[in-house]
């Protein structure tokens, strides 16, 4: 059974580098027919896609954060890592590793349970 | 601001059907999850009406034009919850998802 579990630190300091793992166990999400997505939610703008990072390796970021973060994918134990750069409040969320799908176009399907980041001093 | 428009909020009471909406979107398929407090959103629908195994058939999707629909028949407490709907943006190549509606069951 596909488990995604988050981790990081829960608080850092604004202008620092945020830095979180999604550990997958019991499926792969990196193959022919899915994909890893990271996805953040904040209290004022809801639901919002960060990036992507497909099995060949290659990441599609969404344009308002592109020049901040980094997905990542260490093959050999199955982690995925986000890192984002320069953090302010604004980017206090809880974010969350999903697997999409491509599989009878179930699209984004399953989620980690999500990790709360907080950014303050 | 979401890309996708809903409702803040809706709300009904047990046995009542209810039906939460979303618009502007532009790709063929319209998603639904379902989230509790505190916990990640769960898939309830799939390309506009499709349930994943394990959702009630209380639970059905709707689409017409940019427009798209979820409504939950026979109401119950346990349904109250945040309901995300998510679309495709083709530029981006990239999920987009609505503010969320919050179902309060009275």
């Known amino acids: 059974q596909l488990q995604l579990q988050e981790s990081g630190p829960g608080l850092v300091k604004p202008s620092e580098t945020l830095s979180l793992t999604c550990a997958v166990s019991?499926?792969?999400?990196?193959?022919?027919?899915?994909?890893c997505d990271w996805i953040r939610q904040t209290p004022g703008k809801g639901l919002e896609w960060i990036g992507t990072?497909?099995?060949?390796?290659?990441?599609s970021y969404t344009p308002s954060l592109q020049r901040r973060v980094t997905i990542s994918v260490d093959s050999s134990n199955s982690r995925y890592t986000l890192r984002l750069t320069s953090v302010t409040a604004a980017d206090t969320a809880v974010y969350y590793c999903?697997?999409?799908?491509?599989?009878?176009?179930?699209?984004?399907?399953?989620w980690g349970r999500g990790t709360l980041v907080t950014v303050s001093s | 601001q979401s890309v996708l428009t809903q409702p803040p909020s809706a709300s009904a009471t047990p046995g009542q059907r209810v039906t939460i909406s979303c618009s502007g979107s532009?790709?063929?398929?319209v998603y639904w999850y379902q989230q509790f407090p505190g916990a990640a959103p769960k898939l309830l629908i799939y390309?506009?009406?499709q349930r994943p195994s394990g959702v009630p058939d209380r639970f059905s999707g709707s689409r017409s034009g940019t427009s798209a629909s979820l409504a939950i028949s026979g109401l119950r407490s346990e349904d109250e919850a945040y309901y995300h709907c998510?679309?495709?943006?083709?530029?981006?190549?990239?999920?987009?998802f609505g503010g969320g509606t919050k179902l309060t069951v009275l």
């Open positions: 390309a506009n009406s």
């Open positions: 532009h790709s063929n398929y």
């Open positions: 990072i497909y099995p060949d390796g290659t990441t």
């Open positions: 019991g499926v792969s999400i990196s193959g022919p027919t899915s994909y």
């Open positions: 999903a697997r999409h799908s491509l599989s009878a176009l179930s699209g984004v399907d399953f």
């Open positions: 998510a679309g495709w943006d083709d530029t981006l190549n990239a999920p987009v």
